[in-house]
């Protein structure tokens, strides 16, 4: 039972965030995604919803999502993502791809 508990608390916190429309919430904060792995339903489109905290622009980039979007400091962007099939998918941002990493895992 303490291991579903724990387990339960974990996926609380991993979870994305949604906002009122389905899109889901990532803030990039420091040049780092929270939260930097997403899991979404597979062969679904889905909506991040990108607010940038740094005072610099940010562009969400990633080959394997085959998208990219270029967020002002301070403001927030949609990045439109098509149905995925399962797997991962890395992503990062362009202007500081040492600490900007994240992933889609889509299920």
Known sequence: MKCVVVALVAMAFCAPAF???????????D????????HVKANTP??????????TAEEFDSTALKVEKVVAGKNT???HIRPLAPGRYP?????????AQGVVVAQ
Not at 19 to 29: E, N, P, S
Not at 91 to 99: I, Q, R
Request: glycine letters at 8%; charged letters at 20%.
């Open 77 to 79: 962007g949609d990045v």
């Open 19 to 29: 906002a009122d429309d389905g899109a889901i919430a990532v803030t990039l904060k």
């Open 91 to 99: 992503f990062m941002g362009e202007y500081h791809s040492a600490t």
């Open 31 to 38: 040049h780092k995604f929270t939260p930097a792995e997403i």
């Open 46 to 55: 889905i909506v991040i919803r990108l607010s940038n905290a740094d005072a």
